[in-house]
């Protein structure tokens, strides 16, 4: 079933929660909906779920306007952050719930609900826990039965609140993958809610960043990696640097070098002024000699080797902290110390520069 | 947590100290409690089992006794069902008011009940006005049942919402909006989630109430006039006794009073350890909710 959404906002008291937000999802879609808290995400998620209503602006399932369908007549299926699984009730009774309040005469036999049950249980591999109560289950545990007793109804959306924020990273990784796979056999219409970054350019078809309400962007994980929109969305994938500097004639400095501009990249800048540059900690070489014109000159504060890359943190001489990541063989090559005079180059020109 | 309320041996009182402390603790429960307890049974056994049993089947004590277990039996339903309409309208919604309400709620408690009694005579008494259209009409509320059981209702009104509030709101609404996404109705959602969910708390309440309902003196005296057979409850009726100088009787009334508060009692400790670990579980998640 594809979600349409046109012109949603949503304000608690003062507080704008979703401006004016309007997306198309497609059916049998992946969606993530990223952003740091109070971005709006859960509000627009529970907005879709008709949880929340929408102060203005419409919702429509399948082309049809679904803000005169009530929340138990949608056919949406909701995971909540912290599962709500009802805690009187064992594993096989919560999965059952959905089946149980049906109308009398849509109601399956008993037998049948045992045996959706169990599919169902099978599904998310818990199989063996139908008797015990959520509060005996792990975090991982409860997110299954969580997802199996939304799948009981079978709902016609999928909508996930931070389905794996409660989890550690282990765990998260695990039920990532098993999501992902889960989604590629029933094609279901799915939204996420997500704060992780990673989680959403590794899960999701399209990813729509959030920031104050509103939508920064909408595109594959590709798309919002590379090709950023703006500033915001630059920053708010993966870490960055920060520079500032200015721009004259088409030219970016930062301190007294120069910096070409890459002409993808450089958004809407205009020929002299201040402006930011943006650079990804792995789009910057360390080099031990001025290389080109394109290098400006740092100091050595710390290093960190632990990992697949060593973090290198420096101090740009016009004072801005630079975080650098290079390779261990790289680093042994170089033979940094801390303290240590050396030049930081651009590798490519991937840079994103925002103008003020 | 068991570590945590073990004292260290820097902070720990010197031995005396310790002793003097549970000395006097358990000799002012003994002097005010169990000796009293102890007597009211001594005292109603006095005149032998038979007298006993004689004084509680006498036909006016038995209507006292009924009267009391109506009263219950009508002040407990209405008090659940207020506790659940104020507890979920005040842990589920915002609207105007709602500190108010919670502040009208304790009312009862802070005003003495003898006043509250006053209060209905003043209201509905036959020289009131809407006492006086009541009585135009043939019904009587003061110096009647009715009287007894509004009084009563107006004493235990906040027991119930009480212990249910801060339960609700520690439960929080998640389930039951997990249970509407789920395709349940209301009534579904409320019998099959909200309810099991604040159970032992309920149960908690109703206890607390029909002990009060059955032992409530002050408000209930001034409404019931003291008919004997018609409007003594049984706190009343002990009284009544005793003025007469019929101490075994009275005491033999008494003993049933103080079974009732025994069993509340025992009642109220079971039900406590299984209300403690859901609001434990409810913080818990809260715990989780705001990491």
Redesign the interface.
Known sequence: MSIELRNISKKFGDFVAVDNVSLHIETGELVALLGLSGSGKTTLLRIIAGLETPDSGEVLFHGEDARAVSVRERKVGFVFQHYALFRHMTVFENVAFGMRVLPRRARPAEAEVGRRVHELLKLVQLDFLADRYPSQLSGGQRQRVALARTLAVEPKVLLLDEPFGALDAKVRQELRRWLRRLHDEIKITSVFVTHDQEEALELANRIVVMNQGRIEQIGSAEEVYHHPANAFVYNFLGNVNLFHGRIENGRVFLGDTAVELDNTHAHAHPETGKAVLYVRPHLLEIVLRPNGKQTFPATVKSINPAGPQVKVELVAAWGDLVQVDISHERFELLHLETGAHVFLKPKEQKLFVYQI | MAQGDRKKPGTADPPWVRLALIATSLAFVALFIFIPVIAVFTEALRNGVGAYFAAIVDPEARAAIRLTLMTAAIAVPLNVTFGICASWAIARFEFPGKQTLLTLIDIPFSVSPVIAGMLFVLLLGVRAPVGGWLADHGIRIIFAEPGIVLATIFVTFPLAARELIPIMQAVGS??E?????????GW?MFF??TL??VKWGLLYGMVLCNARAMGEFGAVSVVSGHIRGHTNTMPLYVEILYNDYQFAAAFAVSSLLTLLAIATLIAKYSLERRVVPVKQ?ADD?AV??AA
């Open positions: 998640e389930e909006e997990a249970a509407v996404v789920l395709g349940a109705g579904q099959r989630v099991p969910n579980e998640t989780n909710v």
